[in-house]
């Protein structure tokens, strides 16, 4: 099928706006904010949807990057392109730039944004795995109000989220830390593509000691039914000093945690060991970032 199913289509004039729509229209309508994941799956006739809600004139308030002293926040309608070209994001968190590099193309990254990535909850979804290595929060909005969700905890499995039928994301907000270094590693089969694996590090090195791991996450792509965060890994390097030993011990827990699948991607085997080679040179760049004061 290269059509969609016939739908109807309506522009939403503000969040407020969007949500009333989606509250009347249930579980028949979909957001539609890039397009570039839903209307793919609708012209397979992978997802049906009998109205769509465009949110792309609500650049005002869906579309910034906010840096902030302990906070960055980052508006659900930002896209890849901005999250690419920002020198303040890549100051403060490098790995974003290291994702956006690699993630689709060009005009993908003109239209496609944060929260699309996030809602789309593709197990291989590069920018997941960022906001997992960055202990991200989501902020979603319903006609209650807001509540505020982990990343730990946004996705329910693949294709699924935290996010109800007459909700909407917002918002991803990111704690900043003194010390800190993220990078982001990925294995395609060609330029553009979707990850075989792919691996952000983030790590906070502790001013008192001279240097010691304070606190380092690590999130993988491509490895599970969804993005995974590594605890293992996280309370492993907690104290420790940073050697090529240590990161290696990091790339073997990531290697033993993940739970990928064979597939035309790669096998099993091939996708355990690339967590850990990924894991191990995302986590010896994060912490050269730290030790430069590269964020
Ligand atoms: C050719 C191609 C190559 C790609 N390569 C990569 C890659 O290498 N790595 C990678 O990570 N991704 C890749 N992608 C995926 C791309 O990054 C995502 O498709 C895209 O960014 C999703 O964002 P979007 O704004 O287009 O979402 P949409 O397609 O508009 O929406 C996706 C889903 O999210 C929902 N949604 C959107 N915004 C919100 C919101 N604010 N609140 C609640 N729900 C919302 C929609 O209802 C829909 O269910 C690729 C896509 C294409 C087409």
């Given at each position: 099928?290269?059509?969609?199913?016939?739908f109807?289509?309506?522009?939403?004039?503000?969040?407020?706006?969007?949500?009333?729509?989606?509250?009347?229209?249930?579980?028949?309508?979909?957001?539609?904010?890039?397009?570039?994941?839903?209307?793919?799956?609708?012209?397979?006739?992978?997802?049906?949807?009998?109205?769509l809600?465009?949110?792309?004139?609500?650049?005002?308030e869906?579309?910034y990057?906010?840096?902030?002293?302990?906070?960055?926040?980052i508006?659900?309608?930002?896209?890849?392109?901005?999250?690419?070209?920002?020198?303040?994001?890549?100051?403060?968190?490098?790995?974003?730039?290291?994702?956006?590099?690699?993630?689709?193309?060009?005009v993908?990254?003109?239209?496609g944004?944060?929260?699309g990535?996030?809602?789309?909850?593709?197990?291989?979804?590069?920018?997941?795995?960022?906001?997992?290595?960055?202990d991200?929060?989501?902020?979603i909005?319903?006609?209650?109000?807001?509540r505020?969700?982990?990343?730990?905890?946004?996705?329910?499995?693949?294709?699924?989220?935290?996010?109800?039928?007459?909700?909407?994301?917002?918002?991803?907000?990111?704690?900043?830390?003194?010390?800190?270094?993220?990078?982001?590693?990925?294995?395609?089969?060609?330029?553009?593509?979707?990850?075989?694996?792919?691996?952000?590090?983030?790590?906070?090195?502790?001013?008192?000691?001279?240097g010691?791991?304070?606190?380092?996450?690590?999130?993988?792509?491509a490895?599970?039914?969804?993005?995974?965060?590594?605890?293992a890994?996280?309370?492993?390097?907690?104290?420790?000093?940073?050697?090529?030993?240590?990161?290696?011990?990091?790339?073997?827990?990531?290697a033993?945690?993940?739970?990928?699948d064979?597939?035309?991607?790669?096998?099993?085997e091939?996708?355990?060991?690339?967590?850990?080679e990924?894991?191990?040179?995302?986590?010896r760049?994060?912490?050269?970032?730290?030790?430069?004061?590269?964020?």
């Amino acid at each position: 099928m290269q059509v969609p199913a016939p739908f109807e289509y309506e522009r939403a004039t503000s969040v407020e706006h969007a949500i009333g729509l989606l509250e009347r229209l249930g579980s028949s309508a979909r957001l539609v904010a890039g397009g570039h994941s839903l209307l793919p799956m609708m012209k397979l006739r992978l997802a049906n949807f009998e109205y769509l809600v465009d949110i792309n004139d609500l650049r005002d308030e869906l579309g910034y990057i906010r840096i902030e002293p302990h906070e960055i926040r980052i508006g659900a309608l930002t896209r890849h392109r901005e999250l690419l070209e920002s020198d303040a994001l890549a100051a403060a968190f490098p790995i974003f730039r290291d994702a956006e590099k690699v993630i689709a193309d060009p005009v993908v990254r003109n239209w496609g944004t944060l929260g699309g990535s996030l809602c789309q909850a593709d197990p291989s979804e590069d920018l997941s795995a960022v906001c997992t290595t960055l202990d991200g929060s989501c902020v979603i909005r319903g006609s209650g109000g807001e509540r505020v969700v982990p990343m730990t905890e946004f996705h329910r499995g693949p294709y699924e989220t935290a996010v109800g039928d007459d909700e909407i994301l917002t918002e991803i907000r990111f704690p900043v830390r003194p010390g800190g270094g993220s990078a982001f590693e990925k294995v395609e089969r060609r330029a553009g593509d979707w990850a075989v694996v792919s691996a952000g590090a983030a790590v906070w090195l502790d001013g008192d000691t001279g240097g010691t791991v304070a606190d380092a996450r690590v999130g993988l792509a491509a490895v599970g039914p969804n993005t995974t965060a590594l605890p293992a890994v996280t309370a492993a390097l907690a104290g420790r000093e940073p050697s090529e030993e240590l990161y290696d011990e990091a790339g073997r827990i990531a290697a033993r945690d993940c739970s990928p699948d064979t597939d035309m991607r790669g096998s099993e085997e091939y996708k355990r060991h690339l967590a850990g080679e990924l894991t191990t040179r995302a986590l010896r760049r994060s912490v050269e970032r730290a030790r430069q004061g590269r964020g």
